[in-house]
């Protein structure tokens, strides 16, 4: 083996080794909850699913209280009850105690034990608390009940819509009046908040909306999806992400200055506030304690004295690309697409997978069609780049020989090897240039095989049900290191056709370890990878092996042919004679005075 070889095997090795340790560790088993344990005192879960409302003040539930010290907050009232919101793309629960959001449940995303998906987590404070600043300090309505004569809204028709109106009036004087409007057909909920302050009450500068209970976790693979928990700001129409495991909880982190929406996100699903343009907001992210998720709060400043009106938006909903355009206000940015130079391709790439997908519903085919297309739009790319390995494979034992006799001779050796693909006309920078131009477009189909909700829960063939996630076509009763206790087919293809397609490629027999060496490590690392992004890269490798079989074909009937017109045109097993039909090896010319 020589020393490259040796050299790619060891670096290979760090590289699978590192990626194993910093971005796959072992499943943790499910937790019984689907986010943080409820607190202490609060009652369980009701057996059929509906959030149970802890009894406790909300300031025992999750993490501390933001509310200044000494702040007069507004004492526990007795007496809350839940109003009930369905539309046909959600339920939601809205307390009145505090005139806040409990639950949201997506009804067409199946979530753990096939149930809805849960974006507030089992036992978290509810969402959209309201503390107001007066000159007296900060009042904490979380805990206040507020009136309303709703029994719940149920909306069936797109075009429907409805509302809900919750009122308080505070023994300052302050009243608060908050009304929810819904759409059928829409997971954008407006919010509009009016605080009027009756002659002698104190005056409000302020106000604060907290979503205190953060993101809930909804995939199964919790240790995947934590990396992916983020807040999420518009600044200035630039999305800010800060990730939920660079929050530390000692230190909020603030943003200010052009506010459109703040957000909270997972893989999939976010929740976004998006406050009036201009509102002059001032956002903060808390890490939520003894967790990777983050709650937030918006602070408002009220303008003019005496009464302030408000219209917030709330989206509660997935990360899907249409849908968050829609909302014209940047929302698509929390989708992380790549580097801004990936990102225009990675766009690109997941419209051309939805409109195929309109004609074949079936997102596993659409990949295949897609590594196709890919594989066309670089055949001659492609073509080039085999042709370079295999012209540098060819001369490969003379640049070795050149090195060992001129080894001392740093400058002769570099001139004579510049000779020496001068002469047989190859250039070592082409074999890898056009595989430098295909990285931009295989990073944005990584990107978007690796996060569009699109593949979420997506069925391909029998075993095959989930694109999103590595295929299992049986359970282990051990477990593998770095691997599970899964036994995913795909990965074991994907190496099998690598190894076909290196035994293709490779002539020098010093690079014969590499021919299974580089296979098994990169099934090791895709091994526990969505299976989407193993089918593509399967898919890839069987087309680039029909690829080279054609071209290893046409250079045995270019051999033949130059072997056949060197031999003076012998006639060929099937009775046709080549140098006929190929024009070489013609009965040359008698010869003349000149020649001879």
């Not at 009145?96 to 974006?119: D, M």
């Not at 703040?262 to 001032?282: H, R, V």
């Amino acid at each position: 083996m020589d020393r490259k070889a040796l050299l790619a095997i060891v670096l290979s090795t760090i590289l699978i080794i590192a990626f194993q340790i910093l971005f796959i560790h072992p499943p943790e088993p499910p937790p019984e909850g689907t986010g943080q344990p409820p607190p202490e005192g609060a009652p369980p879960p009701a057996s059929d699913g509906a959030i149970a409302i802890p009894q406790a003040p909300a300031a025992d539930a999750g993490e501390a209280l933001p509310v200044a010290p000494g702040a007069p907050a507004e004492e526990e009232e007795a007496g809350s009850r839940i109003i009930e919101v369905a539309t046909p793309l959600y339920e939601m629960e809205i307390d009145t105690r505090g005139a806040s959001i409990r639950q949201v449940r997506l009804l067409r995303f199946p979530g753990k034990e096939k149930r809805p998906v849960e974006l507030v987590a089992a036992g978290a404070p509810g969402g959209l608390g309201l503390l107001l600043e007066t000159g007296e300090g900060e009042v904490d309505l979380r805990g206040a009940v507020f009136r309303s004569d709703e029994d719940g809204v149920r909306l069936t028709h797109p075009e429907e819509g409805g509302e809900i109106v919750l009122e308080k009036r505070l023994a300052s004087g302050v009243a608060v009046r908050r009304t929810y409007r819904f759409r059928a057909d829409s997971y954008r909920i407006d919010v509009e908040q009016t605080i009027e302050g009756a002659a002698g009450a104190p005056k409000v500068f302020s106000y604060r909306l907290l979503w205190e209970p953060g993101i809930a976790f909804t995939e199964e693979n919790r240790d995947e999806e934590k990396r992916e928990m983020a807040a999420v700001t518009s600044l200035a129409g630039k999305a800010v992400r800060d990730p939920a495991g660079k929050v530390k909880e000692e230190e909020p982190v603030e943003r200010t200055g052009d506010v459109r929406f703040a957000a909270l996100k997972n893989k999939y699903f976010a929740i976004a506030l998006l406050p009036a343009k201009d509102s002059g907001a001032l956002v903060r992210i808390r890490r939520i304690a003894g967790e990777e998720r983050v709650s937030l709060d918006v602070k408002m400043p009220i303008a003019s004295a005496g009464k302030e009106e408000a219209r917030i938006g709330l989206y509660a909903g997935p990360l899907d690309m249409d849908l968050l355009k829609s909302e014209a206000v940047g929302l698509e940015g929390m989708i992380d697409l790549g580097w801004s130079v990936i990102r225009p391709i990675s766009s690109l790439t997941l419209a051309v997978m939805k409109f195929l997908y309109k004609y074949v519903p079936n997102y596993g085919v659409v990949i295949l069609l897609i590594t196709l297309l890919t594989k066309l739009l670089f055949y001659h790319l492609t073509h080039k780049s085999l042709k370079s390995m295999k012209d540098m494979q060819r001369i490969q034992g003379q640049v070795s020989a050149l090195r060992e006799k001129l080894k001392g001779d740093a400058q002769r050796l570099n001139k004579e090897m510049m000779a020496l693909y001068k002469r047989e006309k190859v250039n070592p920078l082409s074999g890898c240039l056009p595989m430098l131009l295909q990285m931009p477009v295989f990073i944005a189909l990584y990107q978007v095989l690796q996060r569009t909700i699109a593949l979420r829960k997506a069925p391909f063939v029998s075993w095959i049900d989930d694109l999103s996630r590595p295929d299992v076509l049986a359970d282990l009763p051990f477990s593998l290191p770095f691997l599970g206790s899964h036994l995913s087919l795909l990965p074991l293809l994907m190496g099998v056709s690598m190894i076909v397609q290196q035994k293709m490629t490779t002539i020098d027999p010093r690079q014969k370890a590499m021919i299974y060496m580089m296979p098994i490590l990169f099934t090791g690392l895709f091994y526990r990878l969505p299976s989407g992004l193993v089918l593509y890269w399967l898919a890839n490798n069987v087309l680039s092996i029909g690829q080279q079989y054609l071209m290893n074909r046409g250079d045995e009937k270019n051999a033949v042919r130059a072997e056949a017109a060197t031999a003076g045109g012998e006639e060929k097993p099937n009775g046709r004679n080549r140098n006929k039909a190929t024009g070489r090896g013609r009965k040359e010319r008698p010869p003349t005075k000149e020649t001879t």
